[in-house]
């Protein structure tokens, strides 16, 4: 968990800060996007949630429309 | 771009953070924390649940304990016993129980008791080809009696009998590649279903202080059950159906005299067929080169009549042990030769209604074997001595 | 607090590049001091400047018509030529008679001297003091008379300087022999004498507020890529440094990437090595004072290239470059794959190989990683006192360290033989390339790291990695590691094709006049004679 | 509005293609699971499949030479559809790096490291893999050429070790299969492997070519591509034979068999090598047009701060992907080919037959 945080607050300090002083308002949100998507997952991912398989459902909704083999 | 400060600030705390990451060595095991174990046997137990597990380790000699050359034979090797239900178990109890772990990879034969190997033995390998760490190459044998003898019997000409196995199954395999049955060998045979796969078979024989290992034959299976054994002569007729083989011997007697003649090539072909009847009809046709090795006697005939005389003794010598381990073959029931497999790959259609017939239709097999011999090569001399002229 | 020494240092830096990026063209410039028509002023203001040194000599002389003018001749001693200085200057102005007896005014009178007393070919008029005090400091002569707001300035250069001998870096069997001195113009001119063009350019330019250093920038105009040579010149201008010993100071000031371990200028102590590079469109940096000549750009297959594969035949150069190149991923990678297998993979050694290695294990009492790098560590301590101490001192040392601590260890049982043995190959390797020998020592260290913690996994990485970086790097714009992109220049990369191959000059270092042969000619056979059907007679 | 400035020649651009097949035909195991010895048919069948799909990349690459995907989705239908449908293929790159990732991390697990963590293994390559990202797309394109001939060298090597145990019989017998195991197996082959070149459109601007050497190129590089791919798996069934499919790397095995004396046995470190080097481009690759992709959709100045976030989110999302190899395999075999089957060649398709509709480039054709 710990590292988990180190390393995303790194990453921020690494790119988020300079996209702000610069002003850059698409990269900001650009960035943040990733950021949080990935943050919430890796959260979820350390703190023992089950995240569904993306894959797997897609699959179940495929195999439900009756294409597989 | 980046400021520089960030960039160096991030290079240093990232590298800091893989340091974090890394300081765990998980896979690290320095070679004086492991056993290399060069082979395993495993035979029946008394109790009917379990199976005696027996590894075979060679002894790392440290440099300065190295002392003299006449150290007890003992020395060479460790040999770890236990009882347990399957080789998972047997394996975590040697852990727990030696001061080092043991590893696998290079572990050179998996013997099988003769008494175990009837009882069947696929469940027995399933960890061999599971586990990352053992290696499909292994070689398997059956020994006659209890595989622990193998790995304990002090050799003469080896120190480590697990090397001293592979390596002299190494050496036949320049002979055939049907002596050397690895485990893939014997796990394709297996999912084939209908070949029964074979596997040498050695003998520990006392001979004084030592112990001598030699190979006696094959073992046949059916299924993953031992069933009976291929003698050594029965063992050269189903090499040589199986063609593809080099220095081999070939000897003949007849009431003229003797002769031995050196494979130096031998192909088969084999064609399968479909008879009318429904049954299997089966050709081989062996094309072989041999050389004169050796003979003796013949001095009734003359030297031109020696040659014809010779490759006509071979042809029917080569026929007659082909002959003979097919009828062994049959009376077991055991297509050790991959018929079935032959018929599947050439008609796989009509396979599929023969398969589950599979034993009778063997047992009904028509086998027409053809030998062609050629004699090129005479030796440093053309005729024996004292042959008649002319 | 470890965090903020570093943020400071960072600022620091950011900050002299700022400095150093606004700081275009503001050298400090000393206000030339006139000279003076009092002779007396002008030596008075000399010595206070100079400083009462007691190698500045000023030798007052009389000459002219009844001796009538003063002049002075100053100089520093040992850096002039006294029979120079006799015959070119003191001689003939002393018997020197005006030829009219007319006697020529002021500033006349320095001309005259210049045009008809003097014996010397290279005289220059100053009218500066502090012109006079650089040339007197660089060697030459200052001549001043009394009355004159002018004075002459003849070169009499003549300090004892090393003869042109066999240099010690890079020896050779077959090729020339003679290397670089520390002399400035006896470098150019060994150049100059390889390649006799009249577009052979040389810039000459001083540097360094203190040692004030003759450094000259040599190329082959119409051949050498000018951004390159704008580029040098531009990073040596903006070059801020008091003191210039040796070409080592340049480098790292003009250099791309400052904190690689992979140095992207080149140096060579040879004349014909630094004339092949002029040659390809390179740029040399000359710096007085050491036989090191700079080359730039430099790629990273220049250091497996060596003179002599060019003076050997080419199937044999080429073995031995890919046997340079063999020896490099030895010399980096040698320890850390021996630790992986011994501590990570045993799986994927031989059989009886890894018996071998388990008995010589046996009883040592390190891990491996640590027994690597106590004999890598010995053998730095070992290669280091070796290279400093006098030569047969030097030898005794390797002696005792190599054959009998080495030998002493392994018997002791301190150490497994197989990772002494590892270390000597990869420290023998290591010498087949020494222009990379330094970064081949310190990626070493890395790799054994990274093989300590993840095996086959981590080199892979470090390799990767090693790539990555090998590819970003430029020097002076020119990709670092293009050689190896196998796209370009193959002729002359990892195996050295026949001379006559070589049309071209290598891509991006050369522009402008990139072809060097016109036509690809292989050698004739002697037989052959120009006929009619000579696909290739009309070359003629 | 070019976001990574750096070219990339014509040579470069073919061998990347290589690479890209090359990397993925060493996992062979989805294949040969299902079509068995006939799976080198199957990579026939695929290669014939793929034939006019590459040539559509190829016509969508020369139709809009200064576009990348994104942008010629947004040319083609409006800004907003095409939007949308970048960022459905956004969550395509990042999915498909995620799970060649992931692939990685379980390969070098079951091959070097068995007891290190999947962690440690994939973070640390995705640090050097965004470490390579920042310098753009030409320099891990240079290194394309390496890696083929190494991969090269080593794929001839190991087919020359393991001569002395080819049975040509194992190929037998031929086309014994229920027909829809051959029509999944090729849709496997077309859809894993080849269909992956679509990432190549994300790096059209990069790439200034000529029609005739885009066609070219594109087209070598595929060769090379499935030569590959069909060697490696001929090889795997003449050795293996019947025991083929119940391997989870066919190849590792192929090459553990390798024996000949006691020093030459032991090789299978080759392929380790080549596999790590092979997927370690494929993922950079991958990695790149992600990156790009999101930057693109965004449209922001530099895409170099989105490089650690997006390396973060795919790391993480390469672990939630499956919970086991075992779901991978099954998904590789029934889910994936269809999925992929979208945005591989059903929506490149689509784009070109509205683009030829609406007669677009217009400008362009001046």
Redesign the interface.
């Known amino acids: 968990m710990a590292l988990v945080l180190i390393?995303?607050t790194l990453?921020a300090l690494?790119?988020?800060v300079?996209?702000i002083r610069k002003h850059?308002g698409?990269?900001i949100?650009?960035?943040l996007?990733?950021?949080i998507?990935?943050?919430t997952?890796?959260i979820l991912?350390v703190s023992g949630v089950e995240?569904?398989?993306?894959?797997?459902l897609?699959?179940d909704v495929?195999k439900s429309l009756g294409?597989?083999? | 771009?980046?400021p520089r400060r960030f960039r160096l600030l991030a290079v240093f705390l990232?590298s800091l953070l893989?340091m974090i990451?890394?300081s765990?060595c998980?896979?690290e095991h320095e070679l004086h924390t492991l056993f290399i174990v060069t082979g395993v046997a495993l035979d029946e137990s008394d109790d009917p649940e379990k199976m005696d597990i027996t590894v075979q380790i060679a002894k790392s000699q440290s440099k300065s304990s190295r002392s003299g050359d006449t150290e007890p034979q003992e020395n060479y090797i460790i040999l770890l016993k236990n009882k347990s239900g399957t080789m998972m178990e047997g394996l975590m109890e040697f852990n727990r129980d030696s001061s080092r772990t043991l590893m696998l990879n290079h572990n050179q034969v998996l013997l099988f008791g003769s008494s175990l190997a009837k009882q069947g033995i696929k469940d027995h390998i399933d960890l061999f080809m599971r586990d990352?760490?053992s290696?499909?190459?292994v070689l398997m044998i059956v020994v006659d009696g209890r595989g622990e003898e193998a790995l304990a019997a002090k050799l003469s000409q080896d120190r480590i009998s697990g090397m001293f196995i592979s390596r002299v199954i190494r050496t036949m395999s320049s002979v055939s590649s049907y002596y050397q049955v690895?485990m893939?060998d014997f796990?394709?045979r297996l999912?084939?279903e209908t070949t029964s796969p074979v596997v040498p078979i050695v003998t520990v024989t006392k001979k004084g202080k030592m112990e001598e290992i030699k190979i006696t034959g094959m073992a046949v299976f059916k299924g993953d059950k031992m069933i009976d054994r291929l003698s050594n002569d029965e063992t050269l007729g189903y090499i040589w159906a199986m063609g593809d083989v080099k220095h081999c011997n070939v000897v003949t007697s007849t009431e003229v005299g003797k002769a031995v003649f050196q494979i130096i090539k031998l192909d088969c072909k084999r064609d399968v067929k479909i008879r009318q009847d429904g049954g299997i009809g089966v050709k081989l046709s062996v094309n072989t080169t041999l050389s004169v090795g050796e003979i003796s006697g013949f001095s009734e005939t003359t030297s031109e009549e020696l040659m014809p005389y010779l490759v006509k003794i071979a042809q029917e010598e080569i026929k007659r042990k082909i002959m003979n381990s097919f009828e062994t073959a049959r009376r077991l029931n055991a297509d050790i030769y991959g018929f079935g497999t032959s018929v599947?790959?050439?008609y796989?259609k009509e396979w599929k209604s023969m398969k589950d017939s599979w034993d009778e239709i063997f047992s009904d097999i028509e086998l027409n074997v053809q030998v062609k011999a050629h004699i090129p090569v005479t030796g440093q001399i053309t005729q024996p001595l004292g042959m008649k002229e002319e | 607090m470890f965090f903020e020494f570093f943020v400071r240092k960072i600022k620091f830096l950011n900050h002299y590049r700022n400095y150093q990026q606004n700081n275009t063209e503001n050298t400090i410039k000393e206000r030339p001091i006139k000279i003076k028509k009092q002779l007396r002023e002008n030596l008075d203001s000399l010595k206070t400047i100079l400083g009462n040194s007691s190698d500045l000599k000023i030798h007052p002389f009389r000459f002219g018509a009844n001796s009538s003018i003063a002049g002075v001749l100053v100089f520093i001693d040992g850096l002039v030529d006294n029979a120079t200085l006799t015959n070119a200057i003191l001689r003939p102005v002393q018997s020197w008679q005006f030829k009219d007896n007319s006697f020529p005014l002021e500033d006349e009178l320095i001309s005259v001297l210049e045009q008809e007393a003097l014996c010397a070919g290279d005289v220059e008029i100053v009218k500066s003091l502090s012109d006079v005090i650089s040339n007197c400091l660089s060697g030459n002569t200052a001549l001043l008379v009394d009355g004159c707001v002018s004075g002459l300035i003849v070169n009499t250069k003549g300090w004892d300087k090393r003869n042109v001998t066999e240099p010690n870096s890079e020896t050779v069997v077959r090729g020339p022999r003679e290397g670089f001195t520390e002399n400035l113009r006896t470098n150019t001119a060994l150049i100059r004498r390889k390649i006799s063009n009249k577009q052979l350019r040389v810039e000459n330019m001083i540097l360094g507020q203190k040692t004030r250093t003759n450094v000259c920038l040599m190329y082959l105009s119409g051949v050498v890529n000018m951004k390159v040579v704008e580029a040098v010149k531009y990073r040596i201008k903006h070059m801020d440094v008091d003191s210039i010993l040796e070409s080592g100071y340049i480098e790292e000031y003009i250099e791309d990437a400052p904190f690689s371990p992979f140095g992207t200028v080149g140096y060579s102590e040879k004349p014909d090595v630094v004339a092949a590079r002029i040659l390809e469109g390179r740029t040399a940096i000359v710096v007085d004072g050491t036989p090191f000549v700079l080359t730039a750009p430099m790629l990273f297959i220049e250091s497996f290239q060596t003179a002599e594969d060019y003076y050997m035949r080419p199937l044999y150069a080429s073995i031995t470059r890919i046997l340079r190149f063999i020896a490099y991923f030895i010399t980096v990678f040698g320890p850390s794959i021996y630790i992986a297998l011994t501590a990570?993979?045993q799986?994927?050694?031989?059989?009886?190989?890894l018996f071998t290695i388990a008995n010589a294990r046996e009883g040592t009492p390190f891990p491996v990683f640590i027994e690597a790098m106590i004999m890598i560590f010995a053998f730095e301590i070992l290669r280091e006192g070796g290279i400093r101490l006098p030569r047969p001192v030097g030898q005794a040392v390797s002696i005792v360290g190599a054959l009998i601590m080495g030998d002493a260890a392994v018997s002791a049982g301190l150490v497994g033989a197989p990772v002494v043995i590892t270390v000597a190959i990869t420290a023998v390797a290591g010498f087949l390339v020494p222009m990379q020998n330094e970064s081949g020592s310190i990626l070493r260290v890395v790799m054994m790291v990274l093989a300590s913690f993840?095996?086959?996994?981590?080199i892979?990485?470090g390799f990767?990695?090693l790539?990555?970086h090998l590819?970003?790097l430029t020097s002076f714009g020119v990709p670092y590691f293009d050689g190896?992109?196998?796209?370009r220049n193959l002729q002359d990369s990892v195996v050295r094709m026949p001379l006559w191959t070589m049309v071209k000059r290598p891509k991006d270092i050369a522009q402008g006049d990139t072809t060097r042969t016109h036509f690809f000619i292989p050698p004739l056979r002697p037989y052959e004679t120009q006929d009619e059907d000579d696909p290739e007679g009309e070359r003629q | 509005m070019r976001i990574d400035k750096t070219q990339i020649?014509g040579?470069?651009f073919m061998f990347t293609v290589t690479c890209f097949i090359q990397s993925s035909s060493l996992l062979t195991a989805f294949l040969s699971e299902i079509t068995k010895q006939d799976s080198w048919l199957a990579v026939l069948f695929g290669v014939v499949v793929c034939l006019p799909l590459i040539w559509l990349y190829r016509t969508l690459m020369v139709m809009f030479p200064d576009y990348n995907l994104i942008q010629i989705l947004e040319e083609v239908y409006s800004p907003v559809v095409g939007k949308t449908i970048g960022i459905s293929y956004a969550w395509f790159f990042i999915?498909l790096t995620a799970l060649n990732l992931s692939d990685m991390g379980s390969f070098?697990k079951?091959?070097?490291?068995?007891?290190?963590?999947d962690?440690?293994?994939i973070?640390?390559?995705m640090?050097?893999m965004a470490?390579?990202v920042k310098?753009g797309i030409r320099?891990?394109t240079?290194?394309s050429?390496?890696f083929v001939?190494v991969a090269f060298s080593i794929l001839i090597a190991s087919v020359l070790l393991v001569l002395n145990q080819i049975n040509l019989?194992n190929f037998?017998?031929m086309f014994?299969l229920p027909a829809?195991k051959y029509v999944?197996g090729t849709h496997i082959i077309s859809t894993i492997p080849f269909g992956e070149l679509v990432t190549l459109l994300m790096i059209t601007p990069n790439v200034k070519l000529t029609r005739r050497d885009t066609t070219k190129y594109l087209f070598g590089g595929f060769t090379l591509g499935w030569i590959t791919v069909l060697v490696v798996i001929s090889r795997d069934i003449a050795v293996?034979?019947?025991?083929l499919p119940?391997f989870t790397l066919p190849t590792l095995?192929t090459l553990?068999?390798v024996?000949l004396g006691?020093?030459l046995?032991?090789v299978?470190?080759l392929f380790?090598?080549m596999l790590?080097?092979l997927l370690?481009f494929k993922i950079t690759f991958l990695y790149y047009v992600s990156v790009i992709t999101?930057?693109q959709?965004?449209?922001?100045?530099?895409y170099?701060?989105?490089?650690?976030?997006?390396g973060?989110?795919?790391?993480?999302?390469s672990?939630?992907?499956?919970?086991s190899p075992l779901?991978h395999a099954a998904?590789a075999?029934?889910?994936?080919p269809?999925?992929w089957t979208f945005f591989e060649i059903l929506m490149p398709l689509l784009t070109f037959v509205i683009a030829k509709l609406r007669k677009l480039p217009k400008e362009k054709e001046v």
């Open positions: 390393s995303f990453i690494i790119d988020l300079p996209l850059l698409h990269d949100i650009a960035f996007l990733l950021f998507l990935g943050l997952i890796a991912e995240i569904p398989s993306i894959m797997l897609l699959g495929l294409m597989s083999y | 771009m980046i990232l893989l990451f890394l765990g998980w896979d990352q760490d290696r499909m190459e690895r893939l796990v394709s999912l084939e599947y790959r050439k796989p | 990570f993979h799986e994927l050694l031989p059989t009886t190989l993840l095996g086959w996994y981590g892979s990485m990767l990695a790539l990555i590819g970003s190896f992109a196998w796209t | 020649s040579v470069q999915t070098s079951l091959t070097l490291m068995k007891r290190t963590p962690v440690v293994l973070v640390t390559c640090l050097v470490w390579a310098y320099l891990i240079q290194y050429a390496l001939f019989q037998l017998p014994d829809i999944q293996l034979g019947n025991t119940i095995v553990r068999l024996n006691e020093a046995s032991r299978e470190i380790a090598i790590i080097m370690f999101v930057a959709i965004m449209k922001t100045k530099s170099r701060h989105l490089i650690l976030a997006a973060a989110l795919i790391t993480a999302y672990f939630t992907l499956y919970p779901h998904s075999k029934e889910i994936t269809i999925l």
